[in-house]
């Protein structure tokens, strides 16, 4: 085989066209080492491009997300870039960085990213921007995300769901049972797709909520009796 060999004038287009076949079959370090290697062995500005987009693509598929960071960010300072690799890369390396915990750095990659919710990464960045700023105790702003992610609306209705559940938990960390529940109720028994979590999770959170207010009611003081005989 071509790759067993020295390097020479084919290995570069052999090691293209292994990375893509191991990547495609989710062989992930098998794919990351070809591209590893074609990186080295680039002749040309495109297979370059190819092997850093290959790098960061493995690297977030295998979980190394403080490897995946900084392949993002060689991708981003590469040149002749198209539009669907710069989002590409900034979607993972936001993800990157809310997986290192650096709320920091992934909010405002995550908040631009969220100008277009008709993506599915755009969906998930609305989402993700909601769920720290909530996180950070910024419930308004949380809030206020969410509702404009409702009136954009989104073909990704799992996202869009999600949100709804986050509002949930807005209304509570504020005081507003009421709307937390018949939020959570609605999600209950409207949302369509039974399998991907979103229901189970509403009826978690919904069940959660009505043993508070039970134990609230519980927690209750006895009315005073007053005796009518009493003087």
């Given at each position: 085989?071509?790759?067993?060999?020295?390097?020479?004038?084919?290995?570069?287009?052999?090691?293209?066209?292994?990375?893509?076949?191991?990547?495609?079959?989710?062989?992930?370090?098998?794919?990351?080492?070809?591209?590893?290697?074609?990186?080295?062995?680039?002749a040309n500005k495109w297979n370059l491009l190819k092997a850093k987009v290959g790098i960061m693509r493995c690297e977030y598929e295998l979980g190394k997300f403080a490897d995946c960071k900084k392949a993002a960010l060689q991708v981003l300072a590469t040149e002749n870039l198209s539009e669907v690799q710069q989002h590409e890369a900034n979607f993972k390396l936001a993800k990157s960085y809310?997986?290192?915990?650096?709320?920091?750095?992934?909010?405002?990659?995550?908040?631009?990213?969220?100008?277009?919710?008709?993506?599915?990464?755009?969906?998930?960045?609305?989402?993700?921007?909601?769920?720290?700023?909530?996180?950070?105790?910024?419930?308004?702003?949380?809030?206020?995300?969410?509702?404009?992610?409702?009136?954009?609306?989104?073909p990704h209705q799992y996202w869009l769901a999600k949100s709804f559940i986050l509002l949930a938990d807005i209304y509570l960390a504020n005081g507003d049972q009421f709307q937390a529940?018949?939020?959570?109720?609605?999600m209950v028994e409207n949302y369509p797709e039974q399998n991907d979590g979103i229901i189970d999770l509403a009826k978690t959170k919904l069940q959660h909520l009505e043993e508070l207010e039970q134990q609230q009611q519980s927690d209750?003081?006895?009315?005073?009796?007053?005796?009518?005989?009493?003087?």
């Open positions: 085989m071509v790759l067993d060999r020295t390097d020479n004038i084919f290995t570069e287009a052999a090691l293209a066209r292994a990375a893509e076949l191991q990547y495609n079959a989710a062989n992930y370090d098998q794919a990351l080492m070809h591209y590893q290697r074609l990186e080295v062995n680039s809310l997986q290192l915990n650096d709320t920091n750095n992934a909010l405002p990659l995550f908040t631009k990213l969220a100008e277009e919710t008709q993506t599915a990464e755009g969906a998930e960045s609305k989402y993700l921007t909601a769920e720290i700023l909530f996180n950070q105790n910024k419930t308004k702003r949380a809030e206020n995300v969410i509702m404009d992610f409702i009136e954009k609306n989104t529940k018949h939020t959570l109720m609605s209750k003081p006895e009315p005073m009796q007053i005796d009518p005989n009493q003087n």
